[in-house]
């Protein structure tokens, strides 16, 4: 197979990819970076999972001889990831990525450092490009988080059509051309393995940065794959907070969020989450957490003085903010999980029932407030319901669960238990009623 045939076909090639486990300075002695923890989970765990995501079928993890906690790690993992040992890990990363070329099986092959968070529809996007050797770009600079620390971010000079004309801090080869393009290197890299080897460096320092500015330098060819997602190269702690930042505003809050949770509910939760996930809390234990807490609340309401329905109020709004706060951890850490989502789901009712049952009884248990109370409990089941029906259309129902919380603890601290019962049993299930109507006819189409 010539060159332009294997260009053509490689999208479809099985790919390995090679990954070089980073030191820094910023951690204990011979700590490879990729075992810091960014948004409750390692470095390490995150980059086989978005690898494993995009279709990489194995990876060789290269580091240093110190590597028995890296090697403890890699046995939880599910991907395929062999660990190889370079005895000479203090040499360049040049030579770390030819240590692992060497043990890899496939001829085109997909090079990361260690110290890099990427997402897999990225890689997914990188491999599929077109041309032999593509180099992942990043034409908005301002979306990087960390890397920086006093350092010259690594730049390319892209011609029109794409392909890198020169590579490094600053590049200079073309680089007084009009048209050039001047992008970041955004740290994943796929090429041929028998490319690479043309071209390797002879120095035992070089850079892989310096490997690949030969590729340009040697007329091997490499071209450009633009990245949309969000994508860090870490030193330091500082760096560390500031991704854990941008993860939550990219991850934490959901497109489908209601006015209750954007204004209050995110607010609160969001602080929570950024806490909670450096200490590398699991989403089902956030889950539980917000069951407790509503829970409590319900019977702060149920003992029905003017204190406790205060306190049990606080606590529903409180409750209702630490709903959010295991989706965020799920999605930041990329734990989300079928499970976890339906744990959630069945926890959330028995919480309602629970809410509704404190008001019933905190507002005297009478025939009134037995009935206003069970008109709610169900105006609350069948709002989940339908949308739970109509998970596959555009219906999507009004009285969302955080509205409904936050009624029942405005009525709570008011002193007025039973308007925020009738309140939620008529609205919730006049919602149910044009819910129906919905759905009955996007299912009749």
Known sequence: MDSEEASERHGSAPVDAVLVATTSTNLPVGQPTVL????????????????QRAGVRRVVVVAGQRSERLQAALRTEPLDVELVVDPDRQHGTAAAV?????RVDSDRCLVIMGDHVFESSDVRRLLAAPGRNVLAVDRDPGRQ?????????????????GSVRALGTRPAADGDAADNIRVVDAGLTVAYREDLLAVAPTAPDASWAHWRRRLVDEGAGLTSSEVTGLWASL????????????MWRRYGPKPTDGIVARLVNRRISGPLTRQLLRTGMHPD????????????AAGLLGWGNRWSMLAGGLGVVLGSALDGVDGEIARVSGRASRRGATLDTLLDRYADLAVVLGLVVGAGATPTTWAWGFAAACGCLLVSYVHAVGRDTDVRLLFRREFRLLIFAVAAVAGTPLWGLVVV????NADVVRGVVLLLRALHR
């Open 285 to 296: 234990v956030a889950t539980v957490l917000a069951f407790t807490v509503t829970l409590l």
């Open 425 to 428: 049993a008529v609205a919730a």
């Open 98 to 102: 030819a240590v692992g070329l060497a």
């Open 145 to 161: 988080v960390g890397g920086m620390a006093g350092r010259l971010p690594l730049r390319a000079d892209l011609a029109p059509d």
């Open 36 to 51: 810091r923890r960014v948004g409750g989970v390692t470095l390490l765990h995150r980059a086989l999972a978005s690898l």
């Open 235 to 246: 030193d330091s702690a500082d760096d560390v907070r500031g991704l854990e930042r941008a």
